[in-house]
Each structure stands twice: as C-alpha cells, then as structure tokens.
C-alpha cells in the first residue's frame, strides 16, 4: 500500500499505467496518491516529474489522522462538488451535506449510454 499523499507546489507529474497509458496530468494545487492511502490497497498508477517539480508531502498517519478515511473524505468531495453546481446554490449547507451523503458513484466505461433520448409524439 501507498504511505504518502503528494500536493504538487510546482511542475508537472504524469500518472500513467505499467503499460503506459496516460491517465492524467498533475500540476500546481492537484495532488496524488490518496487512493493508496484511502482503500489500503497498492498505488493505482506510476507517477512521474515531467519538470523539475515540487511536492508537499503527508505520510499515511498524519493523513488518517487529519484528514480521515474514505467515507468521510467521499462526503467532503461531494459536498464540494455540490458547491459548483447551479441547481443546488440555494440550499442551506445543511442540505447540501445531507445530499452529500445520498449521492452513490457510478463507474461508466467509455461509450457507455447514460440518457437515451424518448421520441416524442
């Protein structure tokens, strides 16, 4: 399993996969590694300094400790989701935590039909 969380201050990483498929790039203010950290499983993918780059570091205790395990970091990231979009700028922060906590994940491979449009008559 993973033991660090990394915050880039400066540069550029790529994380890509054993057969090297890019999966993203990270720069200034993005971070990587939480995955490991989150599900005590071994890292998702090999990162890599594009540049001569800067990270901020926090090992795997100080994470758990600050920062807490994967359900209540999920709920943080959806409530933080549910800031940016429109239809919910009005509800109290209150709601949107109690929205926060409904929303379930839903993985959909690539070509993957998520609406489908209903003739009408």
Known sequence: PGDRFYICQRGAFSCFTND??????VGPGQCFGELALLTD???ACNVMALDT???LTLDRDAFHAMLGRLDSLRSMWRFEALQRV???ARLDNKTKAAVASALG???MP???????????R
């Open 53 to 55: 780059s800067e990270v």
């Open 86 to 88: 429109p239809l919910f």
């Open 41 to 43: 499983e071994g890292r």
């Open 20 to 25: 090297s498929k890019e999966l993203a790039r």
């Open 105 to 107: 994940q839903v993985v």
């Open 110 to 120: 690539k070509g993957t039909a998520v609406v489908t449009q209903v003739r009408c």
